[in-house]
């Protein structure tokens, strides 16, 4: 006994000193997983966009969910009622991944062609099959291509619904390239929406580098109030303004004319006179939405109705397409043009 007692006593403290370094090792471990899950959440977010994926759940839609949990976005996912309804559990898992899921009709057809009646039954009918899927009814309504009318948007309402049409079109639909899908994409500003679509390896494709140029903007991703559409965030709150006053300085002469007319938008032509540098205040006539900009940087007010045009060095005219979305008379109105 006398023998194994000291052998027994090194044993014991070898085994203490092994215990030791382990408990070390687990408290190191606990410190560099904290050091490495911070970065998102130290996130700077100056504004807040929607980045919305219509058309699921879809086949590619768990791979679409893998990017988006991987890049830290939350998003919206426009469903379709009979996708839905064949495939449970991808909107199950589209809710599960933090996703909003929103109202894109029951099997994407032209709504704008069908009665008050069948519009009710066609919006019911999605809404009822993503609470049953998921358990929470949908408060977004997205018209497929965009298409709507006043009839249409009064159903939608009567629904609980706000409608929701989109700021900038990716063009994933239309074939577009990794780089033109992130191009597209960099013109987001704050508080709008970006339409992209579920089942497209080109926009999973893109999702980083989408992500990597908003947070060199600091911008995040947002939910879409149900209350103005405009993206605010995640957890409901009024984001900071997103549109600054112009600056201080004498007054100059903005001028619009209506340059081109299709049957779902219409081009605007602003002219500057009397300052090389300015912000001209434009008025939109709610629910039409500009969709595309050009030769000058936009702000919106929280409504998503009031833009200011800040000039960017392109001269002093500047455009931008804006989206009818049912009412096809009303055109901009010019509030204001500073110079400074």
Do not use: K
């Amino acid at each position: 006994m006398s023998r194994l007692f000291p052998r027994t006593a090194l044993w014991s403290r070898r085994l203490r000193a092994a215990l030791a370094v382990l408990a070390t090792a687990v408290a190191m471990c606990g410190v560099v997983l904290a050091a490495t899950s911070t970065p998102s959440s130290a996130a700077t977010c100056n504004g807040y966009v929607g980045l919305t994926f219509d058309d699921g759940p879809t086949g590619s839609t768990s791979a679409l969910l893998n990017v988006l949990r991987t890049n830290g976005v939350r998003a919206t996912m426009f469903n379709v009622g009979q996708n839905v309804q064949n495939n449970r559990s991808a909107a199950q898992a589209q809710v599960a991944a933090g996703m909003w899921v929103a109202n894109h009709s029951w099997n994407h057809s032209h709504m704008t062609s069908m009665s008050q009646a069948q519009m009710q039954s066609d919006l019911s009918q999605t809404s009822s099959a993503i609470q049953s899927a998921t358990g929470s009814r949908p408060v977004l309504f997205r018209p497929p291509y965009g298409e709507t009318n006043s009839t249409l948007q009064s159903v939608a309402s009567s629904l609980g619904m706000r409608q929701v049409i989109w700021d900038v079109d990716s063009q994933d639909w239309n074939g577009a390239s990794v780089s033109q899908i992130v191009a597209n994409a960099s013109r987001l500003q704050a508080g709008q929406v970006i339409l992209m679509h579920d089942g497209i390896q080109n926009t999973r494709d893109a999702i980083p580098q989408i992500m990597a140029n908003l947070t060199s903007r600091n911008l995040c991703p947002g939910m879409i109030s149900p209350s103005t559409g405009r993206a605010i965030a995640p957890d409901g709150t009024t984001p900071p303004p997103t549109t600054t006053p112009p600056p201080a300085g004498g007054t100059c002469t903005a001028t619009a004319t209506t340059t081109n007319v299709w049957g779902d938008r219409y081009n605007t032509s602003v002219t500057v006179s009397g300052a090389s540098t300015w912000a001209v205040v434009v008025a939109i006539t709610s629910p039409q939405r500009v969709s595309t900009i050009w030769n000058g940087t936009a702000t919106w007010d929280s409504s998503g109705t009031v833009m200011t045009m800040r000039s960017n060095g392109s001269g002093n005219t500047f455009g931008f397409t804006t989206m009818t979305n049912g009412n096809s008379s009303a055109r901009p109105q010019i509030r204001s043009c500073t110079s400074g």
